[in-house]
């Protein structure tokens, strides 16, 4: 019975881990179901989460969120890019993931995955050009900070993802062993 609550969990933890996709807190839902199935069955000799791997999942989650904010932003800010630029490119990508992921709809499996990555590669893009011309700069200095905010959104989106595929393993590894 056991092996089914397992199948479960990394069956949903699997589910979480898409939602990055779409700007939603995936990792952070990995963390809460592996403390829902922690909390449900503890560690014991012979299986369960504990302590230790929820503080790893956690850290993990943390870094990830980091390493996603760093990178849109630096890539925007590197290039010269304002406040404004930036807030619109997080407004972008959110609507652009989410556009993005409706329009791969009709592919099955892997079009709504790919329609979210890219829709909110544009999204940030469209969001930084848009705050840097109403800050005021030409249309080719908007191009260059929406390039940098689209590239930063890219990495940073990629590396939320094998985080939270490693995650997605350690909780399933903590919870057989």
Same mark, same amino acid.
């Not at 403390?35 to 014991?44: R, T």
């Not at 959110?94 to 829709?119: H, M, R, Y």
């Not at 989106?157 to 919870?175: E, F, H, R």
């Given at each position: 019975m056991i092996y089914l609550w397992i199948s479960i969990l990394t069956l949903s933890n699997a589910v979480a881990w898409l939602a990055n996709l779409l700007?939603?807190?995936?990792?952070?839902? @990995?963390?809460? #179901?592996? %403390?829902?199935?922690?909390?449900? !069955?503890?560690?014991?000799?012979?299986?369960? $989460?504990?302590?230790?791997?929820?503080?790893i999942l956690a850290l993990c989650a943390v870094v990830g969120e980091v390493i996603e904010f760093i990178a849109g932003a630096a890539f925007a800010g590197k290039r010269g890019g304002s406040r404004r630029?930036?807030?619109?490119?997080?407004?972008?990508?959110?609507?652009?993931?989410?556009?993005?992921?409706?329009?791969?709809?009709?592919?099955?499996?892997?079009?709504?995955? @790919?329609?979210? #990555?890219? %829709?909110?590669?544009?999204?940030? !893009?469209?969001?930084?050009?848009?705050?840097? $011309?109403?800050k005021g700069k030409t249309a080719a200095e908007g191009a260059h900070v929406g390039t940098g905010a689209m590239i930063g959104r890219l990495l940073g989106?990629?590396?939320?993802?094998?985080?939270?595929?490693?995650?997605?393993?350690?909780?399933?590894?903590?919870?057989i062993w």
């Open positions: 700007t939603l807190p995936g990792n952070w839902i @990995i963390l809460i #179901l592996c %403390g829902i199935y922690a909390w449900f !069955f503890p560690e014991d000799a012979g299986s369960g $989460i504990g302590w230790i791997g929820l503080a630029g930036m807030a619109l490119a997080v407004v972008g990508t959110a609507a652009g993931s989410l556009t993005g992921a409706v329009i791969g709809v009709p592919i099955p499996i892997l079009g709504p995955v @790919i329609g979210a #990555l890219l %829709g909110g590669a544009g999204g940030a !893009f469209a969001g930084a050009w848009l705050g840097e $011309i109403w989106t990629s590396a939320k993802l094998v985080i939270g595929a490693a995650m997605v393993v350690i909780a399933t590894v903590d919870a």
